[in-house]
Antibody
């Protein structure tokens, strides 16, 4: 059974750096095709994708936030860490991590969506 | 960036009725890379459909997906009380991964 859980501060001040950790079980981030992504949701608003890291260390970022984001993985600890610099009140919201399967077989790519999500962690940016 | 738009914004229906939700992309998507999620208040999103029409594990068969190119549809054949929620489409045929703004299905 795949599970993920987000952890980190609930309150950060403007201009500070946010560090969130996704701790997972039931899969290995060294298995071909496996990825973990981060998605956020401001209160009452839609989902926004932030970043994704693959089993092979490939990293993908939202273009609008790329300069502020870093995603890393620690396979031995079953963790993925997201850092976001220069936090602003508009970054307030719930942050989720999710498991994904996305792989190539020959010339064909297969994508199975963000199939398991963590419960989310709420982050408020305020002085 | 492949922008997804969803319609309608809100769909007001009664239990037992059929719901048809639309997702339109600004650029054509290979059907393998279109997914749908359900989100209830205070909960994380749940994957319903991947690859346009494949149901995720444990998803009842009243949920179905269809479409191609730039137009995709999620259909709920007979709404159950637990189906009233917000539904998001999502693509990852091209980076960046994008979500639609969501359609809220509420009780009429």
């Amino acid at each position: 059974q795949i599970t993920l859980k987000e952890s980190g501060p609930t309150l950060v001040k403007p201009t500070q750096t946010l560090t969130l950790t996704c701790t997972f079980s039931g899969f290995s981030l060294s298995t071909s095709g496996v990825a973990v992504g981060w998605i956020r949701q401001p209160p009452g608003k839609a989902l926004e994708w932030l970043a994704l890291i693959y089993w092979n260390d490939d990293e993908r970022y939202s273009p609008s936030l790329e300069s502020r984001l870093t995603i890393t993985k620690d396979t031995s600890k079953n963790q993925v860490v997201l850092t976001m610099t220069n936090m602003d009140p508009v970054d307030t919201g719930t942050y989720y991590c999710a498991h994904s399967l996305d792989f190539w077989s020959g010339y064909d790519r297969y994508y199975y969506g963000l199939d398991v999500w963590g419960q989310g962690t709420t982050v408020t940016v305020s002085s | 960036e492949n922008v997804l738009t969803q319609s309608p914004d809100t769909l007001s229906l009664s239990p037992g009725e059929r719901a048809t939700l639309s997702c339109r992309a600004s650029q054509s998507i290979n059907s393998r890379f279109l997914a749908w999620y359900q989100q209830k208040p205070g909960q994380a999103p749940r994957l319903l459909i991947y690859g346009t029409s494949s149901r995720a594990t444990g998803i009842p068969d009243r949920f179905s997906g269809s479409g191609s190119g730039t137009d995709f549809t999620l259909t709920i054949t007979r709404l159950e009380p637990e189906d009233f929620a917000v539904y998001y489409c999502q693509q990852y045929g091209s980076s960046p991964l994008t979500f639609g703004p969501g359609t809220k299905v509420d009780i009429k």
